[in-house]
């Protein structure tokens, strides 16, 4: 199989020995899958894949369909649409994932979008719900809104019933991101909008003063993004007076029985909306497996709105 | 009535009119009132007390029987022994609480124990459970442990059946409380005893780094005393990759249904350890009312184990 490939920290297409579903595991057809930033780290060799997962393909997600199933498995069976996270090697013609971890393609999704889908709307849904409990009425800030994290995060508060404002430094993508029904605006004075009950980080520590300032009484910050720098100083004492909550968070590192709550999560929460129309995978742009280097290319330039995908 | 007063930032004794009860609030005659950290920021002209508190009178906790009550009490009446937390006023020979914040006097504490009681061991249940979620087997870190609020941490985290690590400053103290069951260490190079589920910061901002380097994957730092130090440089970076959590609390600027729901879960939770025996009051030093200027003193001084009570 041909896949996406780390080498000299720069991505090639080459081809590779074909992976076998072990236990548990499906190998999947991939027919999309999206780019996130930590597979930028890892091209870097910032990122190392934790153990078990291919050292030099990157991908943490993919939409494909089942070609065979390990042993032992008994959710799905060849030819079904599956969709999910992996630890890496998801930009590939094949690829395994444990059937835990591997949620239905709605059938409103075509295979790009789901391509776009596991990664940038599990973190959001756990972030938003499983770490900082946001409840309806309740009001958001979405640091960074216009990435695929930040599209997604904004449109399940808002389907959260949540009252939602989105920083955007792009002039352009904040005009896109208000047409979702949230307040947009330029990431600079944003404290002066406050008070917010839950902030999500995802530009990095320079932030984080002006999040405490922001915050109500009560309020959680979830930071799962620090790309722009993550060192600040903080204010215990203004920690206490607010009883905030400072919470960091990554998806990659957990165990596979964390994974599995979290694509059940999916399963219950987030599809359904695919369905009903309250949520859509905005894709900036989809490139074919050969241009896996033009696709990370357009990745890193940034000023784009939602996911970049490999149609493969 | 005569009350501890706060007189151009020192201590006096003198006369004030007797309190009144409110609706739901109970009057007490005091028979013992700890002293508190928050009550030499309030002499000092610091820490303001909340709007309804007596602006001079300082004490955030009390022990006593009831004198009388206001209209629409129903879980107290005259003879009552009761204690419990109050915005301030406590140093007094009379003081009201509300009657939900009040909470009955085990039988087996005497008065200047009870009046030792109830804001450490509230604050210390609130943060190590309704706020950290201590759990049984987990590894818990007290820093500052042979304060009053520390040695209710302590005493709660070995009742629950956590593996507990206490940092004492002062040595003749740090015997004291490793008397307790526990592993007390010198605070120089705690984070070397980790890693740790639950930390709980009594002392400042400065271990803030060491308490992140220390906690466990998916462990709570509560942050409810810093008085050494508020301000720190703190790596997000670390705090996302240990899934870790960062939680400031304050007990006194809560409104009174919170206060509340904390007197119940003492209540239910805290108090039958003190008729189990797993739960001891201690008092580092007792001192008649008349001499509450030398009480602060000696609150003041530090290098004491437990609350300094003052006996009304």
């Known amino acids: 199989m041909r896949a996406a490939t780390i080498r000299d920290g720069r991505i090639e297409v080459v081809e590779h020995p074909d992976p076998e579903p072990q236990d548990g595991q499906l190998l999947v057809r991939v027919h999309a899958a999206g780019l996130n930033g930590a597979d930028l780290l890892q091209v870097a060799g910032h990122y190392p894949p934790p153990p078990g997962a291919p050292a030099d393909i990157p991908g943490l997600e993919l939409a494909g369909e089942v070609v065979s199933c390990g042993r032992r498995v008994g959710r799905f069976e060849p030819g079904d649409r599956v969709m ?142 620090v790309g722009a720098g993550a060192v600040s100083d903080i204010d215990l004492r203004m920690l206490m007076h607010k009883r905030a909550v400072l919470r960091g968070s990554t998806l990659r590192s957990r165990p596979i029985e964390e994974k599995a709550i979290t694509a059940r999560l999916m399963e219950k929460m987030v599809l359904p909306g695919f369905a009903s129309g309250d949520l859509i995978v905005p894709v900036a742009a989809s490139y074919p497996l050969d241009e896996a280097p033009a696709a990370y290319d357009r990745f890193k330039a940034g000023k784009k709105l939602g996911k970049v995908v490999l149609e493969i």
């Open 84 to 225: 999910g996270i992996v630890a890496g090697g998801g930009q590939a013609e094949l690829a395994v994932i444990h059937e835990r971890t591997a949620m239905p393609v709605p059938e409103e999704l075509d295979w790009t979008a789901a391509g776009g889908v596991p990664e940038v709307f599990t973190t959001a849904h756990d972030a938003l719900f499983t770490q900082a409990g946001l409840a309806v009425g309740e009001r958001l800030l979405v640091h960074g809104a216009a990435g695929g994290v930040g599209m997604a995060a904004v449109q399940l508060g808002v389907m959260t019933g949540a009252r939602v404002t989105a920083t955007v430094r792009n002039e352009q993508c904040r005009t896109q991101v208000a047409a979702l029904g949230v307040q947009a605006i330029d990431p600079e004075g944003f404290a002066d909008y406050g008070p917010f009950d839950v902030i999500l980080e995802l530009v990095g520590a320079q932030n984080l003063t002006g999040n405490l300032e922001a915050l109500a009484t009560g309020g959680r910050i979830v930071v799962i993004g």
